[in-house]
Nanobody, 124 residues
């Protein structure tokens, strides 16, 4: 079992920045791929970014490419999402997720472990 806890969400003005953290406990997190998803009210959960277990490979949704950066510190069992140049359309609950294999994925159905989510609100 893996337990994930997100933090770092909040209210920020458009153009601002936030850094989300996802701390893992339980089984060894460092050998698993991880990802961030988000869900806005009335919308389906959508892929934001994913990172390989080494941190050497990453993927981003087109909507966040060039503004968001995913990273991980395996010594701390933590994955991060640095969000810059935030826009009102980035407003959502952000979830981190992991799967018990090292390969990345973009489909939420591929991930078996989820955090509780952290709210990000970007005002215009």
């Amino acid at each position: 079992q893996v337990q994930l806890v997100e933090s770092g969400g909040g209210l920020v003005q458009a153009g601002g920045s936030l850094r989300l953290s996802c701390a893992a406990s339980g089984r060894t997190y460092s050998t698993y791929a991880a990802a961030w998803f988000r869900q806005a009210p009335g919308k389906e959960r959508e892929f934001v970014s994913t990172i390989s277990w080494t941190g050497g490979s990453t993927l981003y949704a087109d909507s966040v490419k060039g503004r968001f950066t995913i990273s991980r510190d395996n010594a701390k069992n933590t994955v991060y999402l640095q969000m810059n140049s935030l826009k009102p359309e980035d407003t959502a609950v952000y979830y981190c997720a992991t799967r018990l294999v090292p390969l990345m994925a973009v489909n939420p159905a591929a991930f078996g472990y989820w955090g509780q989510g952290t709210q990000v609100t970007v005002s215009s």
